[in-house]
């Protein structure tokens, strides 16, 4: 319990005793006959019940007096001051001594006002709990023993020590030991991970049973961890529709309803007093004091605080429980937009593939099976060609190559995205890329059968043949397609930059709606637009991609998801949502997350409206009391917050 709440539970306390012991006093005790009520009438009455009051309601009277001299005048604060002091008013008007309504008011709203702090607190520690996965201290050797410096200090290719039960502070290489790694913070996932010397390791995975050397690859400000952190800490600054509602809503909903209780107060006995009613009792209040309590019991129901509250705390805790299954969401409108995607559309390679790729086989000039000594010539030019790419296929001819690449005979090297790759190897012109490419040298291509990826090779010129390369689909590809549709989205496509047939067999593998291939970049984010301009007013489209080449799709989609182990960094950066472990299923279950959070919101949106509409209508006729009032303000605001925090378990979905 924080230092805040203390304070509030004490002062309840206190106050509710007080009270208890002022409205038994009151009822019950009597001295010499007379009772003690009466005994202590007028101003010692008065005073008792004020020290109460200020007890109770003094942070609020002094937030409310700060809003006012601010210009934030019209917020919860003011209602519930304008409303106690106005019921205060209206017992020494009536010279009644019953100022036990105004004392009751403000303690339940500071009893409501507890209960919320407790479980927005209670959401929020179980997100830092969750997020707290980035060391800020590494094990560092130095002169023999490991000494632990902060992170951020640690540079790139330095070797770092993680010892069993530790968390990799740094994204790296394992360069010695074996060990078992716990990656359920990063994906959600408690399945161990084997890792060896040569294997990649992310920064937030804990190290589970033996000593690793990892030899860092990134910065600490760049590493997996810190770029989890990042996404979740700033999720709250892109606010949803709902949200932006709720805001522009209050900031027009408060002022009016102050406007209305003024009216009720005014008007009514205007009006009577005109039309021949008595404008004044005997006493003189009448119509006042009836009218005014209206106004007053009119400004407590209609506090915006349930909404202004659950909703923002309803999108915080669905990132929250996305966050803890491995699925980043950056921001609430990202969030509410995933709820509406009735349309998928996939990457190929990396995303439903698994992006390893393997030489299956080289072929000569005639399109037949090249000798070995063909093959191995093909392999060293095309291999030193795509020496400096990073795509897949280029890693796949390094891999069948075998043999270390000597940087010193690549020169001019020129990489048309998408296409292929230009460069100079050993004083030869050699150009590796797709028939198209070759096609623009003027060469033309043998058909090539099997199924996979094919890179024709050209030297000086000459075409000199190809090399098929294959990739094999991820295991749960299939049944993310088939809980996507289960999921209620509609259609799923896949667009690639692979031959035809590839992509057809692909599709059927996965039992798609359509597959598109040959594309550029520029042509993917063509096709996306055909989509939705082909869905708009249907629902919203989804890419699913993870290369460099997919950041355009990934900007330019309604929600663009990421897969964030094997990524590059355009690719997170540009999209609205990241799976952490690659896993296809997870985007199912990214969906069903959204639309129990939108669900949620709009649960709390029309429960809260449909109360406060009622009871505003039942106290502008004077059926509603002040008791009434406290349960439509305080009441709905803890029904609305406790439903919010709900989004948070999503484990089951």
């Not at 109360?611 to 039942?618: D, S, T």
């Amino acid at each position: 319990m924080t230092r805040k709440q203390r304070k509030t539970l004490s002062r309840i306390a206190a106050a509710s005793l007080s009270l208890a012991v002022l409205s038994l006093a009151d009822a019950f005790v009597e001295i010499g006959g007379v009772p003690f009520g009466r005994a202590l009438s007028g101003i010692p009455d008065l005073l008792l019940h004020l020290a109460v009051y200020i007890v109770i309601g003094g942070d609020i009277l002094r937030k409310a007096a700060h809003g006012a001299l601010n210009g934030r005048m019209f917020d919860e604060n003011f209602l519930m001051a304008v409303a106690t002091v106005g019921a205060f008013a209206l017992a020494v008007m009536e010279r009644s001594g019953d100022y036990t309504e105004g004392i009751a008011v403000m303690l339940f709203y500071q009893i409501g006002e507890f209960f919320q702090s407790v479980a927005v607190g209670k959401s929020r520690r179980s997100i830092a709990e969750l997020m707290d996965i980035r060391p800020d201290t590494a094990n560092v050797e130095r002169g023999g023993t490991l000494v632990q410096v902060p992170s951020g200090e640690v540079s790139v290719g330095t070797v770092i020590t993680v010892r069993p039960g530790e968390r990799i502070p740094i994204d790296g290489i394992v360069a010695e030991g074996e060990s078992t790694l716990d990656t359920s913070a990063l994906t959600g996932e408690s399945r161990p991970r084997r890792a060896v010397p040569g294997d990649e390791v992310f920064s937030g995975s804990i190290n589970s049973t033996g000593t690793l050397r990892i030899r860092t690859t990134k910065e600490f400000s760049e590493s997996t961890a810190t770029k989890i952190l990042e996404l979740v800490e700033n999720s709250t600054s892109k606010k949803s529709k709902s949200e932006a509602f709720i805001s522009k809503f209050a900031r027009v909903y408060t002022p009016a309803v102050c406007l209305a209780a003024l009216a009720l107060a005014i008007v009514p006995p205007l009006v009577q007093s005109a039309s021949g009613v008595r404008f004044v009792d005997a006493d003189g209040f009448l119509l006042w004091r009836t009218w005014i309590y209206r106004a007053l019991t009119f400004l407590v129901i209609s506090c915006p605080c349930a909404l202004v509250i659950s909703i923002p705390l309803g999108f915080f805790a669905g990132i929250g429980g996305a966050s803890r299954e491995g699925v980043l969401v950056k921001g609430s409108v990202h969030l509410e937009n995933l709820s509406k995607v009735t349309t998928v559309v996939f990457d190929k390679t990396g995303t439903l593939t698994e992006g390893v790729f393997e030489v299956v086989s080289v072929r000569g000039a005639d399109g037949g099976e090249a000798s070995r000594d063909a093959a191995v010539q093909m392999l060293e030019a095309a291999a030193h060609a795509e020496s400096s790419s990073t795509h897949p296929v280029a890693k796949a001819i390094a891999a069948a190559y075998g043999k270390p690449v000597d940087a010193s005979r690549v020169s001019n090297t020129v990489e048309t995205a998408g296409k292929g790759v230009r460069a100079e190897v050993g004083g030869k012109a050699v150009a590796v890329g797709n028939a198209s490419f070759m096609e623009e040298m003027g060469l033309s291509v043998p058909g090539t059968g099997g199924d996979g990826t094919v890179a024709h090779v050209a030297v000086d010129g000459v075409y000199t043949g190809s090399v098929l390369i294959s990739d094999r689909l991820k295991g749960n590809s299939k049944a993310a397609v088939a809980a996507l549709k289960r999921s209620g989205i509609k259609k799923a496509f896949m667009l690639t930059g692979d031959s035809e047939a590839v992509a057809v067999k692909v599709s059927r593998e996965l039992s798609l709606d359509g597959a598109h291939s040959g594309l550029l970049p520029a042509g993917k984010v063509s096709k996306i637009e055909e989509i939705i301009s082909a869905e708009r007013g249907g629902g919203l489209v989804s890419f699913v991609g993870d290369g460099l080449n997919d950041a355009p799709v990934l900007a330019r989609a309604d929600v663009g998801i990421a897969m964030g182990a094997m990524g590059s960094d355009a690719a997170i950066e540009a999209a609205d949502v990241v799976l952490m472990d690659d896993d296809p299923l997870k985007i199912a279950k990214a969906v069903r997350i959204s639309r129990k959070c939108l669900g949620i919101v709009k649960e709390n949106i029309v429960f809260a409206l449909a109360v406060k509409g009622a009871c505003l209508a039942l106290g502008a006729f004077g059926i509603a009391n002040m008791w009434l009032a406290v349960f439509a303000d305080v009441g709905v605001m803890v029904v609305a917050v406790l439903n919010a925090v709900r989004a948070l378990d999503v484990k089951k979905l």
